[in-house]
């Protein structure tokens, strides 16, 4: 048998032998000789017969011309056995080998004749290793010496680097921002699959990051450490999340809800500390009801919380009692919002909580503080009214009243109702004086009355000229008048015709009388001012110290009237009329009733109060109310005191004691309380109070407030 | 005739609250008496012309002088905080805690001219008021006479004589 043959035997035996790997002879040009029934199946060929095909035919056709030159090189290569991993096409599917080839010689002809190679389908393997590659999570090997001996790409990529080889190699504590830190865990490794633990790692360009390890240790069969397996996780934007948390001054917690009962999954430091406990994993895990002082506790804070919930709000500000590690009582105040799966079922609850303990005792004071302030200013409140009644007895008691009742005079009006009086004083002293002069010394007048009544008669005809300021012309005059009668009181009759003296003293009297009852309107009139300020004041002042009242369905328009009922008195003093127009057809809102009314006569009073006349005509305050998008509205519109633009765009007018540029001209009373409270309650009931002010007058430039403006004040709630 | 003494009284409430307490100075005779309302109107009637005595309110509003409305709007637009009656005596009186320089300071202002009066006590205002040189002080209160304002013209006078 020639040496060929006995070859060709050999492998066809070889081919026929079961083998668990798969066998091939090939020709130099890769074409198949022979296959055993492993490599037969592994590429789909016949399962007998002879085989009309390539290796190459297997191969990728970019990959084809290198493949096979990796074949014929190696000889030449010095090495004996090619060993690679290729990908091959078999089929529809991609089947990844690890090949093994030895070339093949013939003897006679002293030249290669064809390849011997074995293949082992490693496809499994290598979907794993891609995967190993590929996937978002760093995976490492560590030996028994601590080295990283095999990372993925992705490991690299979180640490920073470029490729593997800048990684594997390296000892382990390299990375780790406390390298001490890898000593202590690698110890809890060696007993313990540890999973969860963050550690704080550094990159290559000397940044820290946050990384979630989980690893397990390998042990060889006889027990000892050979190293460990681990993958991590970049979560460094969570943990300095969750860090933050631990800084902020509140409690933060999340709380599960399953099978009725409320555990705590997560929590800050802060809420274990608030609750007196060291570090927040004595508390995850806990029942949320062993920390309240009763169960019913807990049952009308879950009450409140689901009806905010069913309100698409969250709880806020929600005050209640909860039990320390200690067993202390402590007041917090929370603010939660339930967690849902998505058929709507409660799953639990996140919130935050501080501890208002000390603040609740304060508030708890300054309650009882309001409320005797509200007190006191009620006992103003019948001073007032005491004053009031009195300047009404002493304004019918001191004679005829030339002013409408109960109506602040204007100053034109004081000056018309003057002027005929002194006229008439003016006369009638000068004629006195001008008859008296030539024998005035002999006729019982000393000569210091002489001096006054010519003063006097010299000042009541010069006072329009010298006294710029026309508010002081009245008080001035009460003055002179009150002098007068003074003077002539004191005259000696005896040597002095009486008629002229009796008629100084009653024009005297009569100007003094118009002066005095000016003045009593005047004060009256800021009486009524006041009355308004303190009642709102302390309306407020109550009204925000006590529990707030049950919300009902009024309809607004009736509480608009009745705050035009309540200012009817006030808009009166400052000649105010209304202009009402309802269009909101009696539409209800809910509200609770004193509150509203408490807004609506805010926004109305502050609308009378800044009126001016307009022209010649009174003033008046148009009250509007109309609908519209699922909301009502009350306007107050004036005519009168400007305010600006900055004021209303920076929200000034709505700061608690704010009061305007030109909210004081013309001696106005307020406190600035008014339009805040307005806009709270509002806001409080889902509305809003919106302000708009604009010159009354065209061409005005931006910022001239010398002119007079009109200003809306809108009232919405929803209906 | 004998020549009137000019008096400024810087006071908001000069043509509203406090009409009462003019009277008596007009009634007097010897004063003729100037009003200002705000601070800007105080400085420039200050700056026109001398007066032999100055009344000054301590919570003034700003008027239309801009480093005046700045000094209002620091305070939070609240003329009780921001005194800008006791900044605008530092200024007159060209002190060096002046908040705000005056490029035209009247050189005829001096403390013996300048007299107070205001709701304020005067424990609150005693520092300020030594530093400024400032000696006539009154506490506007309920129950002080309507002859007050004149009442404090004439110390002001008399301090001078003295």
Known sequence: MSVEALEHTLFQQLAQLELPVAIYLISRDGRFLVCNSMARTLLELPSQGTIESSITN??????????????????????????????????????????????????VENRIIGYLGCLVDITEEQRYEKLFDHLHVGIYSIDANEILVRVNNSLVKILGYDSKDQVEGRRAREFYANPEEEGSFRELVKNHAVAKQIKELVKKNGEFLFALVSTVAVISPDGEYEGRDGALIDVTNEERYKRSLNDVGVGFYVIGSRDGVDTITYCNQQFARTLGYDTENELIGRDIQTLYTAIEDHERFMRALIAKDAAGNPLRGYVERLVTHKGDQILVEVSSRLLKD?????????????????????????????????QVLHNYSSTLLKARHTFAWVGSTIGPDPFESQKIPTLDEIEAHLKEPVQRLTLSLAEFVGKLKPYWQDRG?????????????ANIENFNREIEVREHHAPFLRGLARELIQVCGTIQEAYIPREPVRKIIREASDLERIVCLASL?????????MDHEVATLRDFLIATAEPQDRTHLVPLWSLVRQAMSN???????????????????????????????????????????????????????????????????????????????????????????????????RGRLGTGIGLTDARDIAQAFGGNVTIESRPAWRGVSPGDYSVPYITTASFSLPM | MKEKFRVLWIEDGARFDLTHLAAPVYMDGKYDLVVAENVSDAISKLQKGEFHAVIVDIRLPPGELLPWIKLHKEAGYDKIAARLGLKMLYSILGSANAEVKLENRPAWITSDRLGILTV???????????????????????????????????????????
């Open chain 1, 342 to 374: 998505r058929f709507g079922k409660i799953v639990g609850r996140t919130g935050v909580l501080s501890d208002i303990t000390e603040e609740g005792i304060f508030r708890e004071e300054l309650k009882t503080f309001q409320k005797h302030i509200g």
């Open chain 1, 445 to 457: 007048i000393s000569q210091e009355q002489w001096d006054l009544l010519c003063r006097l008669l």
């Open chain 1, 58 to 107: 297997f191969w990728d056709p970019s990959e084809r011309q290198a493949l096979l030159e990796q074949l014929w090189n190696i000889d030449s290569s010095g090495e004996r056995i090619l060993t690679r991993h290729i990908r091959m096409r078999v089929g529809q599917r991609d089947v990844y080998v690890k090949e093994s080839v030895r070339s093949i010689e013939s003897l």
């Open chain 2, 120 to 162: 304020e006590s005067f424990p609150g205002l005693a520092t300020d008021l030594g530093r400024l040189g400032i000696s006539v002080f009154q506490q506007k209160t309920a129950d002080v006479p309507d002859t007050i304002l004149l009442d404090l013209i004439e110390k002001v006078i008399e301090n001078q004589k003295s």
């Open chain 1, 521 to 529: 309107h005047q004060a009256e009139s800021i009486i009524v001012a």
């Open chain 1, 567 to 665: 200012l009817k008195e006030f808009a009166h003093s400052q000649g105010v009329e209304f202009r009402a127009n309802d269009e909101s057809r009696n539409v209800q809102v809910e509200v609770v009733e004193r509150d509203c009314l408490r807004a609506l006569s805010s926004l109305l009073h502050n609308a009378i109060k800044y009126s001016w006349k307009r022209g010649n005509e009174p003033p008046w305050v148009q009250i509007r109310a109309h609908m519209k998008e699922g909301m009502v509205t009350v306007e107050f519109e004036n005519y009168g005191v400007p305010i600006p633009k900055d004021e209303i765009e920076s929200g000034l007018i709505f700061r608690f004691g704010f009061r305007g540029r030109y909210s004081g001209d």
